[in-house]
Structure formats: C-alpha cells, structure tokens
C-alpha cells in the first residue's frame, strides 16, 4: 500500500511540474528564430570528400576482408588434408593434427575479431573527422543564411517534417567541395 501512496504522490508531483511549465509556456512565452535543415548522410554521399571517405573506408574494408579470406583458405586445406589423410594416420598423429587445427582455428577467430575491430575504429575515425568538418561548413553556412539553428533532417533525425526551402543540404555540399575538393 505504502508503494503505491509513494507512486501516487510521485504522478501528482509530475503532473504540478508538467502544469507549471505548459502554463510558462501559454503565458506568451514564443521562441523565435531562423530554422535551417540539412541531411548529414546526403553531404556524406555527394559530396567530394565524403565519396573520398567512403572510398578509403571501403579499400580499408576489402584489404581486411582479404586477410580474413586468406586464413579461412589456409584453414580450408588444412581440413581437407587431414580428412584424406585421417585413415591413415596414427591416433597420436590424428590427436595432433586435431590440436593444430583447433590452435590455428582460435588464432583465425581472434585474429578475425581483431580485425573486425580495426575496420570498425577506422570508420569511426574517419566518420568522426568528416562530421568535424561538416559541422564547421554547417555553420559558416547557417552565419551565411541568418539560421539559428539547423536540425539533423536525415533518417532517425529528430526533424520529422520541414518545409523544402528550409533545406539547406545543397548549400552545405557546394561548400563543402569548395572547401574540401
């Protein structure tokens, strides 16, 4: 009884909270300003160095993958061998062969994870350094425009709606390839 005295009296606080700022808002309170909008992933697909970017992490990408591909052929072979030669080998030399391959079958695996890590911190640090510069063009462009404020209008943004002449992502890009070509 006493948790649901203490949850009720929790909703009431709330509730005098939410009150207090709807009726600081109704009292005339208005935010005014210039809004801007612009679409992150699009300045990452079309522009210059944002195709760059994507280049290098794609390259970056195939070469682990190769590394990874290599071992996995290695591993392969190694597994042939030892099935064709299974019958004919001692219990010893087949118990042997057996640990070989699983030693070397942990080491692929972690170096596999290793690798995966490196492909994962090299897209984080070249995304990263693009959004750097992206926000710095973002801004000379909204100083340029008067904005006050540009909100993310890509996918899982916060925009859900804005009006086309808001969008201001064609801007950011042509700046963007002046600045960065």
Same mark, same amino acid.
């Given at each position: 009884?006493?948790?649901?005295?203490?949850?009720?009296?929790?909703?009431?606080?709330?509730?005098?909270?939410?009150?207090?700022?709807?009726?600081?808002?109704?009292?005339?309170?208005?935010?005014?300003?210039?809004?801007?909008?612009?679409?992150?992933?699009?300045?990452?697909?079309?522009?210059?160095?944002?195709?760059?970017?994507?280049?290098?992490?794609? @390259?970056?990408?195939?070469?682990?993958? %190769?590394?990874? !591909?290599? &071992?996995?052929?290695?591993? /392969? $072979? +190694?597994? *042939?061998?030892?099935?064709?030669? @299974?019958?004919?080998?001692?219990?010893? %030399?087949?118990? !042997?062969? &057996?640990?070989?391959?699983? /030693? $070397? +079958?942990? *080491?692929?695996?972690?170096?596999?994870?290793?690798?995966?890590?490196?492909?994962?911190?090299?897209?984080?640090?070249?995304?990263?350094?693009? $959004?750097?510069?992206?926000?710095?063009?973002?801004?000379?462009?909204?100083?340029?425009?008067?904005?006050?404020?540009?909100?993310?209008?890509?996918?899982?943004?916060?925009?859900?709606?804005?009006?086309?002449?808001?969008?201001?992502?064609?801007?950011?890009?042509?700046?963007?390839?002046?600045?960065?070509?």
């Amino acid at each position: 009884m006493q948790k649901f005295a203490a949850a009720r009296v929790m909703w009431v606080f709330a509730l005098a909270a939410w009150m207090v700022t709807a009726a600081g808002c109704a009292g005339g309170a208005k935010i005014e300003g210039k809004i801007g909008l612009m679409d992150p992933s699009r300045v990452l697909n079309d522009s210059n160095a944002g195709k760059k970017a994507k280049d290098s992490l794609t @390259a970056f990408s195939k070469n682990r993958q %190769a590394l990874i !591909e290599m &071992e996995e052929k290695e591993l /392969r $072979r +190694m597994e *042939e061998d030892f099935i064709k030669q @299974a019958s004919v080998l001692s219990p010893a %030399a087949k118990s !042997e062969r &057996e640990q070989v391959f699983r /030693r $070397r +079958m942990a *080491e692929y695996q972690q170096k596999a994870g290793e690798l995966n890590r490196e492909v994962q911190e090299k897209q984080k640090d070249v995304l990263e350094a693009f $959004r750097d510069k992206v926000e710095a063009v973002v801004a000379k462009v909204a100083k340029r425009n008067g904005l006050q404020v540009v909100i993310d209008k890509g996918k899982g943004g916060p925009a859900i709606y804005g009006a086309e002449e808001l969008d201001i992502t064609t801007q950011v890009i042509e700046e963007f390839n002046k600045e960065y070509p």
